[in-house]
């Protein structure tokens, strides 16, 4: 619900060393960067996401000579669940 993992392939590297780079922006305040993530391997987790809240992925491959084309991804967050309330009498509630 407020966490998510990214896992890729790497592709050829060209002969140099190669890292990546995941960039999260918040759906409703595109502009801001929720999460710029380093690595040198293809794979991130991250954590503390709005549940409720969609987010676009940007995860790319750089090294000396430059970084390759951006793969755009939107992950969408799990609400939190419904709190379900019963009264003696058997009836549900529920709280939205």
Known sequence: MTSLTVKCIDGFNGGLPQSFMLEIKDL???QEIKSNITSPVPR???SSLTP???YTLAVYAFNSKGRSDPTILNAAMLRMPEK???SESGEYYFLL
Do not use: P
Request: no cysteine.
């Open 28 to 30: 409703n305040s595109y």
């Open 52 to 54: 409720g809240s969609v």
């Open 44 to 46: 991130f987790s991250v």
């Open 84 to 86: 379900q309330l019963t």
